[in-house]
């Protein structure tokens, strides 16, 4: 399974846009990008998904460059109820269920 | 729709005792898998399936055991509780292509062992 790092934590303030990037250099063929949220004292929760150039839904925007050994996530102004935990995972998600879960980013929001 | 069911919510055992936690999903998923998450870590694979009959270790098995006998039951049972297993456990189910939604976890088990 591919290994991933982030950075332990990231400040913002609200309102700003806020991108966490995800380095996994040795990501293989197969392999899905998927970020999780995690707030305090409560299961993680899925954000997005994808496998290689952008992806874009109603919470955040992953972007992925064409070699695939980074991903980033983005949200959009932020707001006090983002202040979570985010993980990001890398794993080919068609086979099996082991899904193994990094240290995280912790993103404190500021007013 | 419930979704992923986790019982207890809490619990304290003493050192030695034996316990099962209850996890149940009402989604038809195919994958389901437990997670430990102690203070101020991220979360740890205990053991997970893939479908019913079929279970596998994840990075920390020891000390825990799993049996998927439904698709919708997986309970994770403690031999005999350590210290060392106080922690919040997770539940996580998922359909066998994840697509978009990914894993859907529990609310969570917080164990107490003294």
């Known amino acids: 399974l591919a290994k991933t790092t982030q950075p332990i934590s990231m400040d913002s303030y609200e309102g700003q846009e806020v991108n966490i990037t995800c380095s996994h250099n040795n990501i293989a063929t197969n392999d899905y990008i998927t970020w999780y949220q995690q707030f305090p004292s409560q299961g993680p929760r899925f954000i997005i998904q994808?496998?290689?150039t952008k992806v874009t839904n109603e919470v955040a925007s992953l972007f992925i460059p064409a070699d695939r050994k980074s991903s980033t996530l983005s949200l959009p102004r932020v707001s006090l109820s983002d202040t979570a935990v985010y993980y990001c995972?890398?794993?080919?998600?068609?086979?099996?269920?082991?899904?193994?879960f990094g240290q995280g980013t912790e993103l404190s929001v500021k007013p | 729709n419930a979704g992923v069911t986790q019982t207890p919510k809490f619990q304290v055992l003493k050192t030695g005792q034996s316990m099962t936690l209850q996890c149940a999903q009402d989604?038809?998923?195919?994958?389901m898998s437990w997670y430990r998450q102690d203070p101020g870590m991220g979360l740890r694979l205990i053991h997970y399936?893939?479908?019913?009959?079929?279970?596998d270790q994840g990075e920390v098995p020891n000390g825990y055991n799993v049996s998927r006998s439904t698709t919708e039951d997986f309970p994770l049972r403690l031999l005999s509780a350590a210290p060392s297993q106080t922690s919040v456990y997770f539940c996580?189910?998922?359909?066998?292509?994840?697509?978009?939604?990914?894993?859907?976890f529990g609310s969570g088990t917080r164990l107490t062992v003294v």
């Open positions: 399936s893939v479908g019913a009959g079929i279970t």
């Open positions: 995972l890398v794993g080919d998600i068609r086979q099996g269920g082991k899904l193994i």
């Open positions: 994808g496998y290689k």
């Open positions: 989604m038809n998923h195919e994958y």
């Open positions: 996580a189910s998922s359909y066998r292509w994840q697509g978009e939604y990914g894993y859907t």
